[in-house]
Every structure is written in C-alpha cells, then in structure tokens.
C-alpha cells in the first residue's frame, strides 16, 4: 500500500505563501495523476489541484494563486501558495486525482491563514 506524507503547512497571515510538498513511497509514482485536496472544518474534502497527462488544473478558488508541480525522480507533488486568504485554511492531502482510485490518505498538512 502507497504511503503519503504531506509536509509544509503552518500558520499565515492573509497574502502570505506556503510551499506544500507530499512524498509518496511508490517507484511508479510517475504513472499517476496526482493532485492536492483540502478539507475544512465540517466541510467535504474537496480538489483544488491536479496533474492530469502532464497538465495542470485547478480550482476556480485557486486559480492563479495555487501552482501545482512535481518531481518524479523524488516521488514529490508540491503545491506553492500565494496570496493565501483566511477560506484556504483547511487541511490539505495529496492523493491520485481520481478520488474513486485513491490510495489510503495520509495526515494531511494544517494551512491556517489567519492575521
């Protein structure tokens, strides 16, 4: 069973930036979709980003704030954030972007924006 482990959230006043990184404990992980969701409190988890056949795509939330990418010689997805706002705050997994085909989720990383 693939591993995920997400790193890089914190504590950030509104208009920071944080750098999310997700390692995952898979050879193949280059034959993957992959993509970072977020669940807040009492919410549903949600995808805010994906790459999908070496594209990007992303959340009309997101959009032009968030920049997903990834490191396949690492096994590493990575979601920079900028311009953060307070309904960011959530937290974020990374996972296959296609939920039904998910692997057994991680922790998670905290991003709070808060001033």
């Known amino acids: 069973q693939v591993q995920l482990v997400e790193s890089g959230g914190g504590l950030v006043q509104p208009g920071g930036s944080l750098r999310l990184s997700c390692v995952a404990s898979t050879g193949l992980f280059s034959i993957y979709d992959m993509g970072w969701f977020r669940q807040a409190p009492g919410m549903q988890r949600e995808l805010v980003a994906s790459?999908?056949?070496?594209?990007?795509n992303y959340a009309d939330s997101v959009k032009g704030r968030f920049t997903i990418s990834r490191n396949n010689a690492k096994n590493t997805l990575t979601l920079q954030m900028n311009s953060l706002k307070p309904e960011d705050t959530a937290v974020y997994y990374c996972?296959?972007?296609?939920?039904?085909?998910?692997?057994?989720w991680g922790r998670g990383t905290q991003v709070t924006v808060s001033s």
């Open positions: 790459i999908i056949n070496d594209s990007a």
């Open positions: 996972n296959r972007a296609r939920i039904e085909r998910a692997w057994t």
